[in-house]
């Protein structure tokens, strides 16, 4: 991968933040799962890395974004739990 994942990672939140549809969210999101797989990246570490992601999106407060950003991050928040259920149905 070109970026370190803690890069990709924060370019990817900034993405979610400043999307302008929850569509677009989804897209942002199953690209970015498949950019890993494409560039091979070790299932722990896909792992770790959506688990990352969850955690700085529940950081977020949402009295300091507005309504578009707080529906970006929900959506996220809920596309990568569904991924870590689908990562850990795999991983067992």
Request: glycine letters at 4%; aromatic letters at 8%.
């Amino acid at each position: 991968m070109p970026l370190p994942l803690d890069e990709y990672r924060c370019k990817l939140i900034n993405k979610i933040l400043f999307a302008g549809s929850q569509d677009e969210v989804k897209r942002f999101c199953d690209a970015a799962m498949k950019g890993l797989e494409r560039h091979k990246v070790n299932g722990h570490l896909v792992v770790r890395f959506v688990d990352k992601l969850i955690n700085e999106l529940e950081q977020f407060n949402p009295m300091k974004k507005d309504t578009q950003q707080w529906s970006n991050i929900q959506m996220a928040r809920i596309q990568f739990n569904r991924i870590k259920h689908q990562l850990s149905a795999g991983v067992n």
